[in-house]
C-alpha cells in the first residue's frame, strides 16, 4: 500500500501543482550518497506539545546524523514555535499537527506570511488526507506520519530538504545573473 505522503504529492502532481522533481523523490539517491557540502552541523526545531514523540524524534534524529554536530530544540506551543523561530536560524522544522489550542497548518500560515523560509516537515499521528494537501499547499517540504518514523526517513527527509534548499539556492543566483 502507498502511503499518504506518496499519495498526496501524486495527486498534487496530476492536478498540476508545481513542484520540483527533488520534491517529488527524484534524484535522492544522488543526495543521499554523498556528503552534502557544508552539512557539518544541522539545527532543527521540533514543534509538539508531546513530550514523548518529541524524545523520539530526537532519538531519530541523533542515530540518522550521529556524525553530525546536531542541535535539536524543541518547543510545545504556537507562541514558542514563532518566538524560537524570530530568535534562531533552523536549518529544518519538525511541526506537529495538533499544538493546544492551534493546529500546525495555523502555524504554518504564519510561518510563511511572516517570510520565515525555514523548511517545514509536517508531522502528525493521524495520517488525514486533507490535512497533507493542506500543508504541502502551504509550504511544507514533506508530510510524515508519527507511526511511521525512524532514523532512516528522517534521515531521507532531511537530506531530500537539504537538497532542495541548494537547488532553490543554486536557482535564485541564476535569476540574479
Known amino acids: 500500500m502507498e502511503n ?6 501524486k495527486k498534487l502532481f ?5 513542484l520540483t522533481s527533488l520534491e517529488f523523490g527524484q534524484g535522492i539517491p544522488q543526495i543521499l550518497n554523498k556528503k552534502p557540502v557544508g552539512l557539518t552541523e544541522l539545527n532543527v526545531l521540533i514543534i509538539d506539545d508531546d513530550n514523548d514523540d518529541v524524545m523520539i ?3 531519530f534524529l541523533e542515530e540518522a546524523f550521529a556524525d553530525k554536530a546536531l542541535n535539536a530544540q524543541s518547543v ?19 511541526v506537529d499537527y495538533l499544538l ?8 504554518l500560515e504564519r510561518i510563511r506570511s511572516e517570510g520565515f523560509e525555514t523548511p517545514i516537515v509536517f508531522i502528525t499521528g493521524q495520517g488525514d488526507e486533507r490535512i497533507a ?7 511544507a517540504k514533506e508530510y510524515l506520519i508519527k507511526a511511521e518514523l525512524d532514523s532512516d526517513l528522517v534521515k531521507q527527509t532531511v537530506m531530500e530538504i537539504y537538497g532542495l534548499n541548494l537547488s532553490e539556492k543554486i536557482s535564485s543566483k541564476k535569476k540574479d545573473l
Open 14 to 18: 496530476l492536478a498540476k501543482t508545481p
Open 76 to 94: 510545545a506551543t504556537y507562541k514558542e514555535a514563532i518566538e524560537a523561530l524570530k530568535k534562531n536560524n533552523y536549518d529544518v522544522c519538525f
Open 133 to 139: 494537501v493542506n500543508a504541502i499547499k502551504n509550504g
Open 100 to 107: 493546544g489550542a492551534e493546529t500546525g497548518l495555523e502555524l
Open 4 to 9: 499518504l505522503a506518496v499519495s498526496v504529492r
Open 57 to 59: 524524534l530526537k532519538e
